[in-house]
């Protein structure tokens, strides 16, 4: 479904992505693991449009994601969830979910959509009238999943979503994830350094380091690496 | 006896603030899509507001507004369609030109491209200012309605003593004004474009992730901010001549108000020219007309001394 290859990006000289080839099919959980400042939020804002790469191609469902304009990408069926949430804090949780449902599809699911994720996460239909801005950081995040939820995505990209989290808090999120996950099959790339968890949900998982992907495989291929049981698992 | 007088002077200052305060309002809107809201400084809006004003003079005259509303009904009809065109003319300048000094392309540039966008439209401020001086030439033009020289006395109201005049012109450019502003806050609060704009305005980067094209959103809200602000220029030229100069003296209002409503707040900025237009009828009772603007800054400073976030602002947003 996406399929990123040979991508080099850098900001100012500095390269950040080197040479980055990742695959992710059609169904799958993909998770990117990685420590803090390894080019992975710059590959998901490369995806998205935000930086533009020295080379590389990226297609999505056999499309040329690059010759795209940045916002026209999330009508393709991209949902970005940013690093940092990212909320729209003077929006109301509502209406944050209705700037989700901006692309063609998400306005043709949107009831639909919007009961799923109203089910999902209860407290946003308690919020539904409250500023996004004045939300706890684990609310926050979950208006971000369900802003890109509602674009009735058919990949959805989330970004450190445990990041600024209390960790019983990131906890629930991953499984809520997984809760959705499970009930709609949808394709998922995730960015994470909590990388136990990361690796625990995904089917297949990529390590990048320093820009580059330095080792990849199946989940359980890589929990049993004693590199990253060494470097991330702590065992 | 003196007593009766002096209501009726508080009582006639009160209401020509309320009149000229809903169209200093919605001036005020106008900037507030653009500064409050975009955050973009525009130091031209008061001649964009002058050019409304010649807009609303040509539609009435040449155009054949006046031809086909009469001279009672047309000033207003040309106020409103001087919006339009300037919605236009807005666009097209966001696009050739405030687009490069603001929003996604300036993130990195130092105070956010806003020394840029100050000497932008200084420029354009001056260009507007100096091509009206030679097209016009300096005479005071006026679209004046016969409405303006007439009022409804509404009185006497306390023996046969207190009545207040209420000017006919100033009561429907203040009707339209509410009227703009109530549908402009529609459009800002319900409808998707307006949910859009505030979004894009809230975060760029997270807007085009939600297939916002952020650029566009960015040239309609300073169309949009533009129009407004001509509409009241063509609703200030049904009562007030007008000249090339007239610009100056309504941005410091407008930029006043805006602050006084809290930045980033429509309503609030209505309110807060509606209080500049209070504050400045209300001057005249005990001070001389002169000193009008004195008064508004004075005050203007006090209020924001107490409320440094303004009426309607909130002390900590953008988290």
């Given at each position: 479904m996406l399929e990123i290859e040979g991508l080099t990006a850098a900001y100012t000289h500095v390269?950040?992505?080197?040479n980055v080839t990742i695959r992710v099919g059609a169904g799958q959980f993909v998770s990117i693991v990685g420590p803090n400042g390894a080019g992975k939020s710059t590959l998901f804002k490369t995806i998205s449009g935000i930086v533009t790469p020295l080379s590389g191609k990226i297609r999505f469902e056999g499309r040329d994601?690059?010759?795209?304009p940045p916002p026209q990408r999330a009508h393709m069926g991209i949902a970005h969830v940013p690093e940092g949430r990212?909320?729209?804090?003077?929006?109301?949780v509502m209406e944050n979910l209705e700037m989700g449902a901006y692309t063609e599809a998400g306005r043709g699911d949107w009831k639909e959509n919007l009961e799923k994720i109203l089910t999902w996460m209860p407290v946003l239909a308690e919020r539904?009238?409250?500023?996004?801005?004045?939300?706890?950081g684990g609310e926050q995040q979950m208006v971000a999943i369900g802003r890109g939820l509602a674009s009735s995505p058919k990949l959805l990209m989330l970004d450190?979503?445990?990041?600024?989290?209390a960790p019983a808090i990131a906890d629930f999120i991953f499984d809520k994830l997984a809760e959705i996950r499970s009930q709609t099959n949808l394709t998922i790339l995730l960015v994470e350094q909590r990388v136990a968890e990361a690796l625990q949900t995904a089917d297949h998982a990529y390590v990048l380091e320093a820009g580059r992907v330095v080792l990849e495989g199946t989940s359980e291929t890589l929990q049993a690496d004693d590199r990253v049981r060494l470097a991330y698992l702590g065992m | 006896m003196t007593a009766a007088i002096l209501i009726e002077n508080i009582l006639q200052a009160l209401v020509a603030g309320l009149l000229i305060g809903a169209i200093y309002g919605l001036m005020c809107v106008g900037l507030a899509l653009i500064f409050?809201?975009?955050?973009v400084i525009n130091f031209a809006q008061g001649d964009f507001m002058m050019a409304g004003m010649y807009c609303a003079f040509f539609i009435f005259g040449p155009f054949g507004i006046s031809a086909l509303f009469g001279n009672v009904v047309g000033p207003y009809v040309a106020a409103i369609l001087a919006g339009p065109v300037l919605f236009v003319a807005g666009y097209l300048v966001h696009l050739f030109l405030v687009s490069r000094v603001s929003?996604?392309?300036?993130?990195?540039l130092e105070g956010e491209g806003h020394y840029a966008q100050l000497i932008l439209t200084l420029g354009l401020a001056l260009i507007l200012t100096n091509g009206a001086m030679i097209l016009f030439g300096s005479q005071p033009f006026s679209v004046r309605?016969?409405?303006?020289?007439s009022a409804w006395e509404i009185g006497?109201?306390?023996?046969d003593r207190v009545s207040v005049f209420v000017n006919k012109s100033r009561t429907v450019s203040a009707l339209i004004s509410v009227a703009t502003i109530a549908a402009l806050g529609w459009l800002v609060a319900r409808s998707r474009l307006g949910k859009a704009l505030r979004a894009s305005a809230d975060n760029p980067t997270a807007a085009i992730y939600m297939g916002i094209d952020v650029d566009r959103s960015h040239r309609i809200a300073f169309g949009l901010g533009i129009a407004i602000t001509a509409i009241a220029g063509g609703l200030l030229a049904t009562n007030y001549s007008f000249h090339p100069y007239v610009g100056l003296e309504y941005v410091i209002v407008m930029y006043a108000g805006v602050v006084l409503g809290g930045m980033g707040s429509i309503m609030g900025a209505f309110w807060g020219g509606m209080t500049i237009g209070l504050i400045q009828q209300m001057s005249t009772l005990v001070l001389p007309t002169q000193l009008q603007n004195t008064a508004i800054f004075v005050i203007f400073l006090v209020i924001v001394f107490f409320r440094p976030q303004g009426f309607l602002g909130r002390s900590a947003e953008r988290t």
């Open positions: 390269p950040v992505l080197e994601v690059l010759a795209v990212q909320v729209f804090p003077s929006l109301s539904r009238n409250q500023l996004a801005g004045t939300l706890s450190e979503p445990s990041m600024g989290l | 409050g809201i975009m955050r929003g996604t392309n300036t993130a990195t309605s016969p409405l303006a020289i006497p109201l306390w023996g």
